[in-house]
């Protein structure tokens, strides 16, 4: 179980409910549970949440497990008193990526607190905002809060995998006023420590992974033939990469372009000035040229895995490559897949859409969920912008926004860009924050629930 570490010693933020000695005990249980993909741990860690929000005064009726497979979903619901008022709802994931305990410094399912950190695998996707969300509702169960609008708390069970749970929580859960997620959105500190930037996450590109599959009859290698599926792979996979989509915008994407424009600067700052208020295309593609703003926009489709050829000394019968699509919110999956067919121009290629991905808008910047997380923010640490943001990843969100459920990310994790590893080798969180991001949870949650 997990290496339980000394309770956290730090003033309280503000008034709030939540516990930040609870919260950071749940935050090192959970990450001591090996919620990985084939584990058969998720059900458990999920029992665990349950344990605590009915210590906390939850009825045994107001916290549901639902299990999927090897997988399972949670539901922890605070009734509200007006009937009429849809239910606001608050989703984060139990699940982790794989890690490798060679690769890590440290075990990764070994919760350890080093040097102002908590690290292990989960740490920042998505265990911390679980454990704020799941001690902010403890704390405001015990002090006996009652919202105007219900509130439920849902932690899905297979996010980084197949999204099986998120896409079964947004339909049972559908019927909402709007939906808050930990796993987007957070605050950005320089290399001093000190808050630069909050950014909300409004809305998220569309995740997808096309096939594109060429076969030929064959042959003895010192005989080619025209018809070579890698060659013709080859030739696909180059101009898939020389290809570039159209560039689009939208009321999320022009917002944080020119609040991010000054802080950025240069070139980089000036193009995205121009092409938010003009949609100058030169200056799209200049933005391209910066592998962390060419997600912003436009769709983007990069070649990830390749399988070709049976023998060293024959031709290849068949040859395939996986194409992962990020695509622009409001465009059709199909309207991609043809796009492809006509970039790689290849009659006898087939192109199959893998799984079954979800398209979805981006949500509106609503006034009062803005309002409410500037308040949150600003309580912490005032006068940082609060920059709309879209991902190029992919949340549960997508899931909620695709049935029309307004989907924000709300991160209460602020760190410096130097310390995100999420996916990644000594994946870690600052424990300092914790007391503060309690108090943010709270603060929109309150803000929001009336």
């Not at 609008?149 to 006023?177: F, I, N, P, Q």
């Not at 424009?261 to 100058?280: F, L, N, P, Q």
């Amino acid at each position: 179980m997990a290496l339980i570490l000394p309770a956290l010693i730090l003033p309280r933020a503000a008034q709030a409910a939540g516990d930040p000695a609870l919260a950071k005990d749940v935050l090192v249980r959970s990450i001591a549970f090996r919620t990985v993909e084939g584990q058969g741990q998720v059900p458990r860690l999920a029992a665990y949440y349950a344990s605590v929000l009915r210590q906390a005064g939850f009825a045994a009726a107001e916290v549901e497990i639902m299990p999927m497979g090897e997988t399972a979903s949670l539901a922890a619901t605070i009734r509200g008193s007006d009937p009429r008022l849809k239910p606001l709802l608050l989703i984060g994931h139990m699940d982790v990526v794989a890690a490798n305990p060679a690769d890590w410094t440290r075990d990764p399912f070994v919760p350890v607190e080093e040097g102002g950190y908590i690290f292990g695998r989960g740490a920042e996707d998505n265990k911390y905002d679980v454990a704020m969300m799941v001690a902010m509702l403890a704390g405001l169960r015990k002090e006996g809060w009652r919202p105007r609008r219900t509130v439920t708390l849902l932690l899905s069970g297979d996010e980084e995998t197949h999204m099986r749970t998120g896409r079964a929580l947004a339909e049972k859960y559908r019927d909402a006023e709007l939906l808050l997620n930990g796993d987007g959105g957070g605050g950005l500190l320089d290399e001093g420590g000190r808050a630069v930037l909050y950014q909300l996450q409004a809305g998220e590109k569309t995740y997808a992974d096309f096939e594109i599959a060429f076969t030929d009859a064959g042959g003895h290698s010192s005989a080619p033939t025209p018809g070579n599926p890698i060659h013709r792979m080859a030739r696909a996979i180059g101009r898939i990469a020389a290809y570039r989509f159209a560039p689009m915008r939208n009321e999320l994407t022009r917002a944080s372009l020119l609040l991010s424009a000054d802080r950025i600067g240069g070139a980089a700052g000036a193009a995205m000035r121009r092409y938010a208020e003009t949609g100058d295309r030169k200056s799209a593609d200049l933005l391209s040229d910066y592998p962390e703003f060419v997600g912003q926009v436009r769709t983007t489709c990069v070649a990830t895995m390749a399988q070709a050829g049976h023998a060293l000394n024959a031709l290849p019968q068949s040859a395939k490559v996986d194409v992962n699509c990020r695509i622009f919110p409001g465009v059709a999956i199909d309207a991609v897949k043809a796009e492809l067919a006509q970039v790689i121009d290849d009659p006898g290629a087939k192109i199959a859409t893998l799984d079954d991905p979800q398209a979805s808008s981006a949500s509106p910047l609503r006034k009062d969920v803005v309002d409410a997380v500037r308040a949150a923010v600003a309580a912490r640490h005032p006068d940082i912008p609060v920059i709309p943001s879209m991902s190029a990843g992919a949340t549960d969100s997508l899931h909620f926004r695709a049935l029309g459920v307004p989907s924000y990310g709300v991160s209460s994790l602020f760190q410096r860009g130097e310390d995100g590893f999420a996916h990644g080798l000594d994946e870690r969180v600052p424990v300092a924050g914790i007391p503060a991001a309690l108090d943010q949870w709270e603060r929109v949650v309150k803000a929001l629930a009336g």
